[in-house]
């Protein structure tokens, strides 16, 4: 393995390693919680635990979930020697909420992995837990990470959580922050830093709400990492200072794919194993072959294919509505749909979903084949997203279609698929505008998208409606249905709106060196020799 996984042509702004602060490390002041947040978390904790216990109780790992939720018991730390010369400095623990920020964060913590840190992983979710766990089996196996839920924001647990694991650095990912606990690590001298920060509008009204609180959560941030510039404004309006914060762009533009778990791809067309972070894309000459071989595997090489991915309670019904109305088209008859619902508990409520729509399905998890007369394939396994993303011809991306926020659409961008998504983008929005701008992604009423131009023509004359005009959900579906058609009535045209995609995912991976680079200065500057040179 490499010392170190980050692209070394990335720019970075000079600014990006300066001293955070100007005051020394050990005069800098710890912002204490007010009185009544700690009052409140004491009041609820036996009401979190009651949750826990209804949301958990009958799964198999219930015990170790409260366990480590609650401070009585946690795996050991990542062994600190014994795997490489570079492997001794120290554990940094990182914090993902879900599936989605344990995503984001992967090829980051790769990164930090492949340069000689140890990990110490925690999830809130159940999701989230799940995810980790598979995402960094090897690592896990190889006592160079930890993995438990996060403790609860109480005093007792958090010191007993960071007795144990004895971080060098504290990582939180997005918007997930915790006030007892940034006052503990401001205590202990350990550095937080907020990577890929974001903070939506309606996020930040509610952090107004709390405004003590989130004051001092601000203020025992060592390093605020934002997405964008609106981002770390509304930072510093919480009461963050201007030099704790540094724009880096999202992380979500980094690629964290597993490998195509189909045979019939040849792992020479990757340009590095899937879990390298510095460049997880498919060779640009070579990814139309790699769909074209997917396609043959799968035994559907003369069909169009779309993927609704990542679906929620409400998108299905969507899909399979949008399905139907593509099946009546006689140029369209024999297209497939590829479901893949967000949660694998919702996998069976989708396949009745699907029998009641009298379409005629297979199941991944049933091993069922795809043959001429299938109609929509329910791809209920775990970790096989980027199969269905390279698989299908046009990505529907979901958590859009309903107020969840819009996932990763990078993803499908990564394999040249073009990209629909619906008008909640909001935990994305600057990735879909910039896909949107090049004509890799449609979303209904976005300002930003060009349509891709063939020939010296618009390729949007195709289209009976005008994708400025929609004001309601009821007209998103038809400009989303008018998008779907287009695309899939004309391929090529498709594969030139994703290879946009794909293009502009290479040129933004540079994000990933900017915040590794600067977690490694504020490590450095909490390290105990620099601690040591201050207080001389």
């Not at 990577?195 to 930040?204: D, M, T």
């Not at 659409?409 to 994305?428: D, L």
Request: glycine fraction near 6%; hydrophobic fraction near 40%.
């Amino acid at each position: 393995m490499p010392s170190s996984h980050i692209p070394s042509d990335a720019s970075s702004n000079s600014t990006d390693t300066m001293l955070l602060d100007n005051r020394p490390l050990t005069d800098r002041a710890v912002y204490q919680t007010p009185f009544y947040y700690q009052f409140l978390i004491g009041m609820l904790k036996p009401l979190y635990r009651l949750q826990v216990w209804r949301r958990s109780h009958k799964r198999d790992n219930y015990q170790q979930e409260v366990a480590q939720r609650f401070g009585k018991q946690y795996p050991p730390r990542p062994a600190t020697t014994g795997h490489s010369n570079n492997s001794n400095k120290g554990v940094i623990w990182c914090h993902a909420v879900s599936l989605g920020e344990t995503n984001t964060v992967a090829p980051l913590l790769d990164a930090l992995l492949a340069s000689g840190y140890q990990i110490w992983l925690t999830n809130t979710t159940q999701t989230g837990f799940a995810r980790g766990a598979s995402r960094f089996a090897d690592e896990i196996a190889q006592n160079r990470m930890s993995h438990s839920y996060v403790p609860v924001d109480t005093p007792a647990v958090i010191e007993t959580f960071l007795t144990h694991v004895q971080p060098i650095a504290a990582l939180f990912v997005e918007t997930e922050l915790w006030a007892n606990i940034l006052t503990k690590l401001a205590e202990h001298q350990i550095p937080s830093i907020l990577v890929n920060g974001r903070l939506s509008a309606s996020s930040f009204k509610s952090y107004q709400k709390i405004g003590a609180v989130s004051t001092s959560m601000m203020k025992n941030l060592a390093l605020i990492i934002a997405q964008d510039s609106d981002s770390a404004k509304r930072f510093r309006q919480l009461g963050a200072d201007s030099a704790q914060i540094r724009v880096a762009g999202s992380l979500k533009w980094v690629i964290n794919t597993p490998k195509i778990d189909v045979e019939a791809i040849n792992s020479d067309n990757l340009i590095v194993d899937a879990k390298d972070a510095s460049a997880q894309i498919p060779s640009k000459k070579n990814v139309l072959a790699k769909k074209n071989e997917l396609a043959k595997a799968f035994a559907i090489a003369d069909r169009p294919v779309w993927v609704a991915a990542s679906t929620h309670n409400g998108e299905e019904e969507t899909a399979l509505s949008l399905h139907q109305q593509l099946l009546s088209r006689p140029a369209l008859a024999n297209t497939l749909l590829i479901i893949v619902p967000r949660h694998p508990e919702r996998f069976d409520e989708v396949a009745a979903l699907i029998q009641k729509t009298g379409l005629t399905m297979a199941r991944r998890s049933l091993d069922e084949g795809i043959n001429v007369n299938t109609q929509v394939y329910l791809a209920d396994s775990m970790g096989e997203m980027m199969t269905w993303y390279t698989l299908a011809n046009v990505a529907l991306v979901g958590g859009s279609l309903v107020d969840i926020g819009g996932h990763n659409p990078v993803e499908p961008a990564s394999v040249a698929t073009p990209i629909i998504m619906g008008r909640y983008t909001q935990s994305c929005q600057s990735v879909v505008d910039k896909l949107a701008e090049v004509g890799a992604l449609y979303q209904p009423n976005n300002q930003f998208y060009r349509p891709i131009t063939i020939n010296g023509s618009n390729e949007s004359a195709k289209s009976t409606v005008n994708h400025q005009h929609g004001t309601d959900s009821t007209d998103d579906i038809a400009l989303i249905y008018q998008r779907l058609e287009v695309w899939l009535s004309d391929l090529s045209l498709a594969m030139q709106a994703g290879q946009a995609g794909e293009t502009i995912t290479v040129q933004q991976q540079a994000v990933l060196t900017r915040q590794f680079t600067m977690i490694e200065d504020v490590i450095e500057q909490y390290s105990p020799q620099n601690l040591g040179q201050e207080i001389l």
